[in-house]
């Protein structure tokens, strides 16, 4: 029998500790959802920025190597409307950056993309049928969730605020993923747009716990024992982890992460929306310091990352993303198994000492 104070995501989800892999595009590995998975945790796939194909392959490959539950994540945003003046005048903001790079400015703009989930993603789902479906960015439309939710897998979906937690679980949430300010990458905030809405996950977490019927998982600055512990006597019945484990071998980051994850300082992230139109939390560099990091004049999301892919070809560590939640200075080097098992086992003592 666990000894977890609040078992309901265990149950829920079939799995054997409270640690949740947090799907990060881009650097989420097949091999990283494998190891979780198999650690006893909850390994999680993103698929925002995979072909359909891509996706189908992944989880097949996924499948030959693990039985225990897996989680797809897929984004839900609205795909903008052409605005081809705003991706102008961006450009032009960006034409000094060009100049001093030597990159041609009158060459097409690369297309920056995500994919939100659609009825082609959506028969992947029934096809495969991963244990646990989980969104970004609010719920697909009801003809799809209901299809999801026919094949058995369970669903989750990211609230930042009480009011987003209300609506998803009145939507058929099976639980809810309460994230804080403090979390990296991409904002789930999907019912406003106003970033003064956002609030920490020390806020926030008991909050939507009070509102709320269905189990919450708290994400946002949880990089350790200490982080798992709060958040159970916060009222989660699991945690979610992204940036600890982008210090894993079978995270993919480019060297310019690689290297700001080890040296920035704890002070040096921020919400911004330059690479893609969305607000998201990465580490500060060159381009973040001297045009935002929030811009009026960013594409809608996105968008926003072509005009900046031939910069970050020229200088990375300059132009790319680098995302990271505000803990990230917490992470250690080891295997996402031992992670995985280190959080829940390093966690539940502290639990167990209170």
Partial sequence: MSQWPDTRILDLLGIELPIIQAPMAGATTAAMVIAASNAGGLGSM????????????????????????????????????VDEQRAQDWKNLLQPYYRELGVDFDAPTPVSNRAPFDQVACEVVEQLRPEVVSFHFGLPEKSLLDRVKATGAKVLSSATTVEEAIWLEQQGCDAIIAMGLEAG????????????????????VPQVVDAVNVPVIAAGGIADARGVAAAFMLGASA?????????????????????????????????????????????????????????????????AGGALLPLR????????NLWAGQAFTLGVESGTAELTRRLAEEGLAKLLRR
């Fill in 313 to 320: 070809a020229k200088a990375e560590a300059d132009f790319s």
């Fill in 46 to 81: 993103p698929a925002a920025m995979l072909s359909v194909e891509q996706l189908r392959d992944e989880l097949k490959g996924i499948r030959q190597h693990c039985q225990r539950p897996i989680n797809v994540n897929f984004f839900c945003h609205q795909p903008p409307a």
């Fill in 239 to 303: 945690v979610q982890v992204g940036t600890a484990y982008l210090f894993t071998p079978e995270a993919k980051v480019s060297a310019a992460h690689h290297q700001a994850l080890r040296t920035a300082r704890e002070r040096e992230t921020a919400v911004t929306n330059i690479f893609t139109g969305r607000p998201a939390r990465g580490i500060l560099n060159r381009v973040m310091r001297e045009l935002g990091p929030m811009s009026d004049q960013a594409p809608r999301f996105p968008l």
């Fill in 185 to 204: 990458g991409h904002r789930g905030m999907f019912l406003s747009d106003d970033l003064s809405s956002q609030v920490g996950t020390f806020a926030l």
